[in-house]
């Protein structure tokens, strides 16, 4: 079992920045990789970004440049540092853990950016 709770969201002006924090506690050997997502209101969960555990990472296109995901293995924290925000950033931001034999998540955290 894997537990997440993520931290740092919060409402911002756009053109802000925003770091989010995904704390992974249980089994963390197990994690191959985390990742962000996001859900808007009346939209669908969408893929942020993804990290492995050897490092390689990758975003959606409508982040690519403003958002990085990176992870710290020491403290078993993952962090998702947002800049140049927009409106429609705006959303509850999950973070999730990958093992072999499937997906955890965490309660999610929200963001607003105001115009």
């Known amino acids: 079992q894997v537990q997440l709770v993520e931290s740092g969201g919060g409402l911002v002006q756009a053109g802000g920045s925003l770091r989010l924090s995904c704390a992974a506690s249980g089994s963390i050997s197990s994690i191959t990789a985390m990742a962000w997502y996001r859900q808007a209101p009346g939209k669908q969960r969408e893929f942020v970004a993804a990290i492995t555990s050897g490092g390689t990472s990758n975003y959606a296109d409508s982040v690519k440049g403003r958002f990085t995901i990176s992870r710290n293995s020491a403290k078993n924290t993952a962090y998702l540092q947002m800049n140049s925000l927009k409106p429609e950033d705006t959303a509850v931001y999950y973070c999730?853990?990958?093992?072999?034999?499937?997906?955890?998540w965490g309660q999610g955290t929200p963001v607003t950016v105001s115009s």
């Open positions: 999730s853990a990958q093992t072999l034999s499937r997906a955890y």
